[in-house]
Every structure is written in C-alpha cells, then in structure tokens.
C-alpha cells in the first residue's frame, strides 16, 4: 500500500513503515539527487516524533484505529516574516482563556494551551525571514526550542521533542540598522550560509526570467530581444560596481524583475497608444526602467549630487559600453585611420544629416523606416552580426547607435519626443 493511502495507526504499523526525523529525510533525499544528477534546489540558481495530549487521549480510545494522514512535501513548509510585532504567542503559544472557559478546565491543565506556529510546525521546515526584526526577548524564547526541543510557555514546560528543521535569514548586520541577532541564538543557528549576487549575465537573467510576473497580454504582444534581456541584467552589474551607489545596501535581483517588468509595460503603452498588437522592445524604451533603477538602489553622497535619474542614465550608457566589444569590433579612442574605421560610414552619413531623431511613440513601421533610412548600419550589421534573427535587427541598430554615443563617435540629446542622434561636431556647432 502506498503511504499516502494509508489512513490507520494500524495500517501504517503493518506497511512497515520507519519514522525518519526531518534531517535524515532531507540528507537522503539530497543523496539521491546528487547521484542522479537532478536539480537540489529548484528554483534556485547561482549556488548550485512528538506526542500531544490531544495524542495520548485519541491513541488510548482508539488504538491502532487512531486516524492518521499522509502530508505531501509541500504542505511541510511554514514560513514568518520577522516584523516588531511577533509575539511569543505567534511563534510558540499562549494559554488560551476561551478554551479553558468552553472546555471548562483549570489553567493548571495543559489543554488550554493554544500552540504557536512553530509546535505546528513539527517535521517540517520552518523559515523565519529578517531574524533581526525579531524583538531580543523574542529571540531568546526561541532557544529551548533550538537546543533541547522542547517549549515552555505560561510555565508549562512541555517535553515535546519537535522535529524541526529551522531556516533563518538575514541581510548582512553591518547595514541592518533595526536589529541583530542576539549572542545566544545565533551559538544555537548550526550553519551560517553566505549567499552572494549571481556570477553571469545569464545565471541573473534565468532568475529574472523565472520571477517575473507577466501576464497572457503582455507576453502576446511585446518581443524582448536576446540583447535587451542581457543588457538590463548588465545594468545591475554595473550599479554594484558603481561610485554613485551605496555598496553596504548593495543592488538586490529585485531591481531587475522591476526593471524588466517597467520595460515590458513601456513597450505595451507604446504598442497601445500607436494601435498596434504586437511590437518589439527599443533601447529608447529602457527610459521607462529608470524609476524602478531610482526606487531599488541607494545613492552615496556624490550620487545625490548627480541626482538619482542621472545616475540610472549613467547605469544604462555603461552596460551599452560594456557589451559593445562583444557584438562589434572595438571602438579606440585615438584611431590613425579614422576613415578605415568599420564606423566611418555611419559617422560620414550622420555629419552629412542635420539631425536624426528616434521619436518615443513612433508606430513600429515609422521607427523601421527611421532605422534602415542609415543604410551604413544594414552593412555593419551584415558584415559582424550576419546571423542576428530578423526580429532582433532593428533593436540591434538602435544598439549601435547608443554604443558609438557611448564612445563618444555620435552625440545624443533628448528632446520633447524622443531622441535625437547627431556627429560630434554638428552638436557641438548647433550647441555654439
């Protein structure tokens, strides 16, 4: 008989069944994981037997007739996020005066005790989120529990031997300003477990990826290029190594299920307002990301100076700065021969114009026009990027764009209604 099946004390006796405490479940089944080579921890990527009175009474009415229930993996998981108004009673329990006055029964008797969340949570994992948020007195009701396993409340002391695997988290305490974890808990926490931001672009964009909450409409009608979803993870990358920003606080992979959730919608109120059912996400509509960049980090003294929009337009020019030399050949400052360079044409095709400008709400039609008007961006394209999809092409000039402006080869200023591109010299003369 399978265990889920089985519905008796008896029953379960029969099947032969071996209690194993929760640690010895989680070690084999991480063994078995191991061995087969399948994933340990889904979802996560970067870092690859008590008895009740309640117990006691049923079991000698009933005996091996005593009803039991099979509880799947995923209903042994309780999880509290530590706030200042925790109580002992939340986590632990409290003698409860309306049981006593229903059941009629002394506050001697330990049936009116009300368990807590974490006598509940026998044989599960119990998580408590932000441990320093937890109030000190709090946290010291927490040590029997972790020690000797049993729990004491309105002095009752209970010998119930909970089988428990506890899990805590915490930022770092250096920038933890509402609390810390007391001296004696933390000798009773077995392991401490450095976590870290993701190592690659592409560890942080499977994260965003899977995070992200889009809906059907949304996924119908905007097409996010290849590109695109690395350079907004490229933009977090740069923000950690930023002067601007505050590094204790650090930049969590919040900012970028954020951003990448701005930039979805900037697209779709773009495709909305121009009529359209489908479009594909532009570099100009990354200045849709900019609150969800402002709103996510913390600025140090010279990046309040800059201002917090200035830095988050900063954030978005270096990472087009450092992922330029992966698509197309490096751009030197001092080049001998300016007319050998593979970005002559476009450079002699935006000094012969007057301005080009990428306008914010241009339909999809319009802003392909607007593009394939540089012809010299079609033959750079063709000559270093040949097998770029179709439908990633035009984000791919846009691209080309920024980076030269990155490299200081074209200017670019923003006007009422989007963005207009001119050479260095045409700029500086109109600017005269």
Known sequence: MKIENIQTLGELKQSGYRSRSIKDELRDNLREKIKSGKPVFEGVHGFEHPISRFAKDIIETKGDATPIRWIHRSERFSEKLATPDVTVADLIGDVDPIKAANLKLSYADDRVIHFGMIPRAHRCIFVINELPDLQARIQVALFNILQEGDIQIRGFKLRMPLDIQFVFTANPEDYTNRGSIVTPLKDRIGSQILTHYPDTVAIARTITEQEVHLNDNQKKTVYVPSLAKDLLEQIAFEARESEYIDHKSGVSARMSITAYENLISTAERRALRAGEEQTTVRLSDFMGIIPALTGKVELVYEGEQEGAAEVAQHLINDAIHTF???????????????????????????????????????????????????????????????????????????FVLWGLVAYNKLSKDRVEVGFQFKDLYGSYISKL
Do not use: C, M
Not at 343 to 363: H, N, P, Q, S, V
């Open 324 to 398: 330029f030399p992966a698509y197309f050949p490096k751009i030197e400052k001092l080049e001998r021969d300016a007319d050998a360079s593979p970005y002559a044409k476009i450079l002699e095709w935006f000094f012969a114009e007057t301005g080009f400008e990428l306008l914010d709400d241009a339909t999809d039609e319009v802003y392909q026009k607007q593009l394939a008007a540089v012809k010299p961006l079609e033959d750079l394209i063709q000559k270093y990027q040949p097998d770029i999809p179709l439908a990633d092409r035009n984000f791919l000039k846009e």
